[in-house]
């Protein structure tokens, strides 16, 4: 098992920047990739941002350019964070931390439990 902690949201107005963070514990040592995701109200959670162990990143094209994926571990934990810039009104939504492990041919997702940021002035 794998426990995902998030922090970092907030309000922020457009422009304006934000940085999520998520501490990964607990079995994290087959961990393939981390990343983030959002779901904005009335709309299917989306893909932003995914960094594999290997640190190959990929992004939406929405925050291309805005938004930076990072990772870092320490001791037992393994962290990812999302350096948010530039922030736009449709940039609100709830943010989920993800970590996908592969184990020969199982794969596996964990999820947060949900940061809101919300964008507005």
């Known amino acids: 098992q794998v426990q995902l902690v998030e922090s970092g949201g907030g309000l922020v107005q457009p422009g304006g920047s934000l940085r999520l963070s998520c501490a990964a514990s607990?079995?994290?040592?087959?961990?393939?990739?981390m990343g983030w995701y959002r779901q904005a109200p009335g709309k299917q959670r989306e893909l932003v941002a995914t960094?594999?162990?290997?640190?190959?990143?990929?992004?939406a094209d929405s925050v291309k350019g805005r938004f930076t994926i990072s990772r870092n571990y320490a001791g037992h934990t393994v962290s990812v964070y999302l350096q948010m810039n530039s922030l736009k009104p449709e940039d609100t939504a709830v943010y989920y931390c993800?970590?996908?492990?592969?184990?020969?041919?199982?794969?596996?997702?964990?999820w947060g439990q949900g940061t809101q940021v919300t964008v507005s002035s």
């Open positions: 607990g079995s994290i040592f087959s961990i393939y990739a």
């Open positions: 993800n970590a996908e492990k592969v184990a020969g041919t199982a794969r596996s997702d964990y």
């Open positions: 960094i594999t162990s290997g640190a190959s990143t990929n992004y």
